[in-house]
C-alpha cells in the first residue's frame, strides 16, 4: 500500500485504489459524503474541464469549506480518480452480456466506451495519467478481455487486437468529444462549428490550392445532413473494418497453427 504523500516518489504504484487511509476520528460534517462529493466533482468536470476542478471551488460548489472534503479524500488527484471510475460505471455491462457473439460484444463495448468518452470530454486526459484500477474500470477491462479472447486468437495476440479497437475508440472519442467542447465554448452547435470551419479554410484562395487533393473527400463529407451523422458512419465502418482485420487474422493464426502440426506429422 501506498500513502497519498509518497506519490511523488513513487508515481508508477500511484493510485487512490492503492492506497490505505487512515480512518478520521469523530464524524464528517452533516450531509456530506464521499458519493456527493464524486458527483458534484463530475458534473464540476464536464461543465468546465480539469484545470477549473479546485478543491476550493469544489467546496464552495458543496456549500462546505474546504478542509471538510479531507474528512473522505486526500488529494485533488483522489477525486480525479473517484471520478473516472464512476464513469467507468456508466458502460452499460449487462448490454455487452446480453450480445450474440464475440463481435457484437466488441461493437457494444466500443460503442459504451465512445459515448463515455464523449459525454465526459476530462476522462481521455486523465485515463493517461492515473492508473484506471477502480472496481468499475477493472470491470470494463474485464469484458473487453473476455471478448478478445473468444474470438480464438491466442494468447500473445490478444493485446494487440485489443489495442486495435480500444485506442481506436479512444482515439475517436478523444477527438469527438474535443470538438464538441471547441463547438460548445464558441456558443455553436457543432454543425455550425463544423461548416464555418470549414468554410473559413475553403475560402481561403492559398489554402484551396494546397488541398486541392482533399476536396473529394471534403465535398463528400458536406453532403451530409449532420456532424453526428458523419461521426457515426465513420465509427461504425471504421468498426466493422477492425473487426474484419481480427477475423482475418483469426483465420490465419488457424492456418498457421495446422501447417506447424503437418510439420510436426510429416518429421
Not at 31 to 55: C, F, H, N, P
Not at 122 to 136: C, K, V
Not at 219 to 227: F, I, L, N, P, T
Request: no cysteine; aromatic share 8%; proline share 3%.
Amino acid at each position: 500500500m501506498v500513502k497519498a504523500a509518497d506519490r511523488a516518489k513513487d508515481p508508477a504504484r500511484s493510485s487512490v485504489w492503492l492506497e490505505e487511509r487512515a480512518a478520521r476520528s469523530g464524524g464528517g460534517p452533516a450531509g456530506l459524503d464521499r458519493d456527493r462529493i464524486v458527483s458534484t466533482s463530475i458534473r464540476m468536470l464536464d461543465e468546465e474541464g480539469l484545470a477549473k476542478l479546485s478543491m476550493r471551488k469544489l467546496a464552495t460548489e458543496l456549500g462546505v469549506t474546504a478542509m471538510s472534503l479531507y474528512w473522505y479524500v486526500d488529494t485533488k488527484d483522489d477525486i480525479i480518480e473517484f471520478a473516472m471510475d464512476s464513469v467507468y460505471g456508466e458502460v452499460d455491462l449487462a448490454a455487452v452480456d446480453a450480445a450474440r457473439d464475440w463481435r457484437e460484444r466488441v461493437r457494444v463495448l466500443a460503442m459504451e466506451y465512445r459515448r463515455m468518452l464523449v459525454r465526459h470530454a476530462w476522462m481521455s486526459p486523465s485515463a493517461g495519467q492515473y492508473l484506471n484500477i477502480g472496481p468499475n474500470s477493472v470491470a470494463v477491462g474485464q469484458k473487453i478481455h473476455e471478448a478478445i479472447r473468444d474470438t480464438g486468437l491466442p494468447l500473445e495476440r490478444r493485446p494487440s487486437a485489443m489495442s486495435a479497437v480500444f485506442q481506436f475508440v479512444y482515439g475517436y472519442g478523444t477527438i469527438e468529444s474535443q470538438f464538441g467542447r471547441r463547438a460548445a465554448e464558441a456558443g455553436m452547435s457543432q454543425d455550425e462549428f463544423y461548416v464555418d470551419s470549414i468554410k473559413a479554410f475553403r475560402d481561403d484562395p492559398e489554402f484551396e490550392a494546397r488541398a486541392e487533393g482533399l476536396k473529394e473527400v471534403l465535398d463528400e463529407r458536406a453532403s451530409h445532413g449532420s456532424v453526428t451523422a458523419i461521426w457515426d458512419r465513420d465509427f461504425a465502418y471504421a468498426l466493422d473494418v477492425l473487426i474484419a482485420g481480427i477475423e482475418v487474422m483469426v483465420a490465419r493464426e488457424a492456418e498457421e497453427a495446422e501447417h506447424r502440426a503437418d510439420d510436426r506429422t510429416e518429421r
